[in-house]
């Protein structure tokens, strides 16, 4: 069956909806915000390299994800520089170099501008295939080490003092992060992936006091923002990624209110 581009990009919200759902939460509560919006900036070259030499845009973004997770372990280690400090200086990096060498092919063909907010109405087939192998591998990967991720995310010093490798859910929860933001990205692009990934889980964690809820909330927040952000993007003419993330942005603002006023 040939999916029409509108039902493709319906398919293709509800899985970055279902990734949100899992994946949002613990970018959240291993405070990887910021460190999530760097990945996705400094993405950025490697998708207009892909486009320059004519080769998938995702695959670039894809190798650009892996060299950049590498680098920030490394400058993360450098003395007297945290890992905050690390983030934003890859973040600059990444994305003034992408910059640069799209403004170097002058009037070239290089699709800079859905890079950045994304194609929605222009995701393919291919697009939804490697997002449901993603949710696939995140599914199975956390299956397999939830325990250990979880048990260093609400207690670092205890998972350590209890004979634990940190490595193993650092590596992890990075790996799943990166894998998200980059499948993202040819919906909701560079700038906006963050919003579509991350907002939801904040908000849920606003509106909700079990933990346990946090998945679900975010999953209904995220596919509500996607529905009414395609609903706008349809009937108004405009861009789908930056409707998603106003309507994400707006619920997260609605939130604080509702907390506010409860407590």
Not at 4 to 13: I, P
Not at 124 to 139: E, M, P, S, Y
Not at 148 to 154: G, I, K, P, S, V
Not at 223 to 233: D, E, K, Q
Request: net charge positive.
């Amino acid at each position: 069956m040939i999916l029409s581009y509108l039902e493709r990009a319906a398919v293709e919200l509800l899985l970055l909806s279902m990734l949100a759902a899992i994946v949002g939460p613990l970018i959240v509560m291993r405070g990887r915000a910021f460190y999530s919006v760097a990945l996705s900036h400094a993405t950025f070259p490697g998708g207009v390299i892909a486009a320059m030499l004519g080769i998938n845009v995702l695959f670039g973004q894809a190798v650009a994800a892996l060299l950049l997770t590498v680098l920030l372990a490394l400058l993360s280690r450098v003395k007297r520089q945290g890992a905050g400090t690390a983030t934003g200086i890859v973040l600059v990096f990444g994305f003034a170099l992408g910059s640069l060498l799209a403004s170097l092919q002058g009037g070239s063909s290089i699709p800079v501008e859905s890079l950045l907010i994304g194609s929605l109405f222009g995701v393919q087939t291919t697009d939804i295939v490697v997002a449901a192998v993603v949710l696939g591998c995140v599914v199975a990967v956390l299956g397999f080490t939830h325990r250990a991720l979880f048990y260093d995310t609400f207690d670092r010093i205890g998972f350590r003092a209890a004979g634990g490798n940190p490595l193993l859910p650092e590596l992890v929860a990075t790996a799943i992060t990166a894998a998200t933001i980059v499948v993202a990205m040819p919906a909701v692009g560079a700038i906006l992936a963050v919003s579509l990934v991350v907002g939801p889980a904040a908000t849920a964690q606003l509106l909700v006091r079990n933990i346990a809820w946090v998945p679900p909330v975010a999953f209904i927040l995220a596919v509500t923002a996607s529905a009414v952000g395609l609903w706008l993007s349809w009937h108004f003419a405009v861009a789908a990624g930056g409707a998603i993330g106003l309507v994400v942005a707006l619920l997260f603002l609605l939130s604080l209110g509702v907390r506010a006023i409860r407590t």
